[in-house]
């Protein structure tokens, strides 16, 4: 459910973007300022509207802290603010003073890219203030930008209708044709999703652009194997372009805006429209979630931006699962495995488990083996997929952070079977298998491996064993 909660009509023109800290909403505009709320009653911040750009306003964001705003304008500078009291603290010019259409901080503080009109792009230190890198875009604006959650990449939209991945030293290691009529928006989930083929973690990228489409990529992040973006499908259901489009903060939902002056809400594991809000008069130009509170902002041309209210648990089966700890999940019955099962996308097994009688006990204890000599489950890769799906319901009930020399530096998870390679290094076999199938270099060092031998770890099993033991107690 969307419930609208507040509208805000302070600005005299099209509302371009909006951005949200942990306590405030921040909006731009045509009419040149940027205004700043509280979230805790949306009322306007005394020291707001902020003003100082000389031309229309396109984006503004918040830096990782919250302390500093940033905002780009037509007027060809980025410009820093103090969240706190207002004070402008620095205007940052962009080189060849092309229009500035897009600003993003990175995810480590001291970094602030800023994407013109032109197709360049500049990445800019926030402590001295000085250009730290910059590149360009071949053959279009530069419209749309996404860091990677751990900032060493960042993906560029321009309106050629490319999406560009670059490293922080600038280097295009990337480029796609994504959206025919260009690119206007994207954005990268900061909650990573298996993928059962190789067991690497990847994140969910959505583009939008003005042939009406949302596309949904899965792009993988890694020093040791490079890039790598993979189409995943299209969300329908706007008739217009689509200008924005935004990832909740974990990175179940996706929120789209619109010409069509609708605001859709998908959900992201299957593209399902839960909510289409069709309250904007115009054009829906902005969407953005709140970082730690069940709120959505929209902006439009109609001079307004909605808050909603939203409550997004989706009942599954007639039963959602709610509690995830070990207690509870031991304790599931029938019926509550085949919620869960509903909930990670699993349905088609419902019926085989049920017939098999698996409660939550037993669905704890399934193995590999279990799962094709008893449950009769052929596919290999159905088999990988519920038993990770099993692994992370038994990740839920450990409670601490597990030890990083017991995570597989490839898959970035607890390791049930590790082996030593000739590098060294210790990782989960079966990920290691799939990754010298395709190459004969370390994942750790990206040196020639002398040998492709894999020695079983037994210590570092039974470590691993034992630390399982004492979370569960």
């Given at each position: 459910m969307a419930t609208l909660i507040r509208t805000l009509a302070d600005h005299s023109d099209d509302v371009n973007c909006c951005a949200f800290s942990s306590s405030c909403l921040a909006t731009c505009s045509l009419d040149k300022t940027i205004r700043v709320y509280s979230l805790s009653n949306f009322t306007e911040l005394p020291y707001s509207p902020l003003e100082g750009h000389a031309y229309a306003v396109h984006c503004c964001c918040f830096s990782p802290s919250g302390r500093l705003l940033a905002s780009c304008s037509t007027d060809g500078t980025t410009a820093l603010w103090d969240s706190r009291d207002g004070r402008r603290l620095a205007v940052l010019e962009q080189p060849g003073a092309s229009p500035v259409r897009v600003c993003r901080f990175s995810p480590e503080p001291t970094c602030l890219l800023a994407g013109a009109a032109d197709g360049s792009v500049v990445l800019w230190n926030v402590q001295s203030l000085k250009l730290y890198r910059s590149g360009k875009v071949k053959g279009g604006s530069l419209m749309a930008c996404a860091f990677s959650p751990n900032g060493n990449f960042f993906v560029?939209?321009?309106?050629?209708?490319?999406?560009?991945?670059?490293?922080?030293?600038?280097r295009c290691l990337y480029n796609e044709k994504a959206h025919d009529l260009g690119v206007t928006c994207c954005d990268i989930s900061s909650h990573p999703v298996s993928d059962?083929?190789?067991?690497?973690?990847?994140?969910?990228?959505?583009?939008?652009?003005?042939?009406?489409?949302?596309?949904?990529?899965?792009?993988?992040?890694?020093?040791?194997?490079?890039?790598?973006?993979?189409?995943?499908?299209?969300?329908?259901?706007?008739?217009?372009?689509?200008?924005?489009?935004?990832?909740?903060?974990?990175?179940?939902?996706?929120?789209?805006?619109?010409?069509?002056?609708?605001?859709?809400i998908y959900e992201s594991s299957t593209g399902?429209?839960?909510?289409?809000?069709?309250?904007?008069?115009?054009?829906v130009t902005t969407c953005a979630?709140?970082?730690?509170?069940?709120?959505?902002?929209?902006?439009?041309?109609?001079?307004?931006?909605?808050?909603?209210?939203?409550?997004?648990k989706q009942p599954c089966a007639g039963n959602t699962i709610e509690n995830e700890s070990?207690?509870?999940?031991?304790?599931?019955?029938?019926?509550?495995?085949?919620?869960?099962?509903?909930?990670?996308?699993?349905?088609?097994?419902?019926?085989?488990?049920?017939?098999?009688n698996i409660d939550g006990k037993e669905l704890l204890s399934l193995t590999k083996e279990s799962l094709a000599n008893e449950l009769k489950i052929e596919s290999l890769g159905l088999r990988s997929k519920v038993l990770q799906k099993i692994e992370e319901l038994r990740m839920t009930m450990i409670s601490v952070s597990v030890p990083d020399e017991f995570l597989c530096p490839i898959t970035r998870e607890l390791m049930n079977d590790p082996v030593i390679a000739t590098d060294g290094y210790s990782y989960e076999r079966e990920a290691m298998e799939n990754w010298i199938s395709n190459r004969r270099s370390s994942p750790m060092t990206n040196l020639p491996l002398h040998s492709l031998m894999l020695t079983p770890n037994r210590t570092l099993k039974m470590a691993i064993s034992r630390w399982i033991e004492t979370q569960q107690k």
């Open positions: 560029t939209g321009s309106s050629s209708g490319d999406l560009t991945i670059w490293d922080d030293k600038m059962s083929e190789n067991g690497f973690k990847y994140f969910q990228m959505a583009s939008c652009g003005q042939d009406n489409q949302i596309k949904l990529w899965l792009i993988l992040f890694a020093d040791f194997v490079g890039v790598q973006l993979k189409y995943k499908c299209t969300l329908n259901g706007h008739s217009a372009p689509v200008l924005a489009c935004s990832f909740s903060c974990d990175g179940q939902v996706i929120v789209s805006g619109s010409v069509d002056k609708c605001v859709i399902n429209i839960l909510h289409t809000l069709s309250q904007h008069t115009r054009y979630f709140a970082p730690h509170s069940p709120l959505l902002a929209t902006g439009s041309m109609d001079k307004t931006v909605h808050i909603w209210q939203l409550d997004l070990k207690v509870a999940i031991e304790d599931w019955s029938e019926d509550d495995v085949s919620a869960w099962l509903c909930a990670q996308d699993l349905s088609d097994f419902v019926g085989l488990f049920k017939m098999n």
